[in-house]
Structures are given as structure tokens and as C-alpha cells.
């Protein structure tokens, strides 16, 4: 099982800073088979990034993946108040799939 | 547009049958997944299964107990789950499961998940 790591557990920044979430995979995941969730309190997660780097339909472009191998971002250029949620990455290059523990955007 | 249901207070062994409708026009196209997340917990994948419903796969945790399945004529998805234990408590999730095709074309051996519905809470009282 390939046992994914987010770090930093919470981050607490202010609208229109840059946030930067890590994501690091016990073992290299194939062709970056890497997405990126975000969840609001009381919400389904949505589908902010697949493929590392792709933005899903409709995410804005302050949102951006990156990374390969066992190392993975996520950055959000700038803050806006409706960003402030918990972050959660995914791999599905085996099975089983896994999700990281996840990362918490705090005002 | 996916909008489960179904979930409820079980006693621990019991079962249940969750659904999932989906109000939209491809469903027949798309693999379907459940995920769930215990209270205040992350998320964990529980079971997906192909459009065509022939094939299926499941986490360790749940194997031999819950079983995935799906209509494709009412455009529901199920889970029937048997044998809830405690640590079987959590809102339980359907997703829309997409493979991702890299700059080759080379398919994902697996899925993300594209699209989410709100949930139905599953809990399990011993």
C-alpha cells in the first residue's frame, strides 16, 4: 500500500498569501497519478487537480499542481476567503488507492 | 447530480443498502466508486466498480462484507454492507471514477475522483 504523507498538517495564512501543500508517496507513483480534493466543513470533497498538474473543470487558475515521483505540491497563488478548507491528495497508480491524511488552510 | 441515500443507525452485524442517483446523462459511461469518511477523520476509498458493472474491487477492510453493485437502467449505484462493525461508521460517499490518460495515452491502471455527492451517514452502534 503506497502510504501518502501531506504535510503541513494546518497552515494558517491570511487572504492573498501564497499557500504551498506538500504531498510525499511512500513509493513513486507512476505517471503522476496524483490528484488534489478539496473539502469545506460540512461538504463533499471536490476535484481540484489530477494528472499533478491538470485543473479539473472550473477550478480556478490561482490553484496549480506540480510534482513527480514521491513528491507533490499543491499551490494556491493567492488566497481568497472561500479557499480556506482541508486539502486532500490521492494517488491511483495501485491498489489499494490511498488518500493522504490531508491539510488544513486556516485564516 | 449523484445524491445518495440509504445510511442510518444499525446495530453492530447489521446490514444496509445504500443507493446512489445519478440526475445526469452519462452514467452509464463512467466507473463508480465509494468513499467514506469517518467522523472528523480523512477520506478512505471503500469500492469501485467498471461501467458495464463486470468488474469490481474493494479495500482490504471491507472485502467479503460489502458488496458494490449498479443498475444501469435507473442509473443507481448500491453498497450493500453486512456485518457493520464500529469502525464502519462514517458518511459514505459515491463518486464518479475517471481514469486519467497521460500525454501518451496511456491509461491510468486506476481512478480519481471526479465528481462527489453530499453523502449519507452511516452509523454503527454497539
Known amino acids: 500500500e503506497i502510504v501518502l504523507t501531506q504535510s503541513p498538517g494546518t497552515l494558517s495564512l491570511s487572504p492573498g498569501e501564497r499557500a504551498t501543500l506538500s504531498c510525499r508517496t511512500s513509493q513513486s507513483v507512476s505517471s503522476s497519478y496524483l490528484a488534489w480534493y478539496q473539502q469545506k466543513p460540512g461538504q463533499a470533497p471536490r476535484l481540484l487537480i489530477y494528472g499533478a498538474s491538470s485543473r479539473a473543470t472550473g477550478i480556478p487558475d490561482r490553484f496549480s499542481g506540480s510534482g513527480s515521483g514521491t513528491d507533490f505540491s499543491l499551490t494556491i497563488s493567492r488566497l481568497e476567503p472561500e479557499d480556506f478548507a482541508v486539502y486532500y491528495c490521492q494517488q491511483y497508480g495501485s491498489s489499494p488507492l490511498t488518500f493522504g491524511g490531508g491539510t488544513k488552510v486556516e485564516i | 447530480q449523484l445524491s445518495e441515500s440509504g445510511g442510518g443507525l444499525v446495530q453492530r452485524g447489521g446490514s444496509l443498502r445504500l443507493s446512489c442517483v445519478d440526475s445526469g446523462f452519462s452514467f452509464t459511461s463512467y466507473a463508480m466508486s465509494w468513499v467514506r469518511q469517518a467522523p472528523g477523520k480523512g477520506l478512505e476509498w471503500v469500492s469501485t466498480i467498471s461501467d458495464s458493472g463486470g468488474n469490481t474491487n474493494y479495500a482490504e477492510s471491507v472485502k467479503g462484507r460489502f458488496t458494490i453493485s449498479r443498475d444501469n437502467s435507473k442509473n443507481t449505484l448500491y453498497l450493500q454492507v453486512n456485518s457493520l462493525r464500529a469502525e464502519d461508521t462514517a458518511i459514505y460517499y459515491c463518486?464518479?471514477?475517471?481514469?486519467?490518460?497521460?500525454?501518451?495515452?496511456?491509461?491510468?491502471?486506476?481512478?480519481?475522483?471526479?465528481?462527489w455527492g453530499r453523502g449519507t451517514l452511516v452509523t454503527v452502534s454497539s
Open positions: 463518486a464518479k471514477a475517471l481514469y486519467y490518460y497521460d500525454s501518451s495515452g496511456y491509461q491510468s491502471p486506476y481512478w480519481y475522483f471526479a465528481l
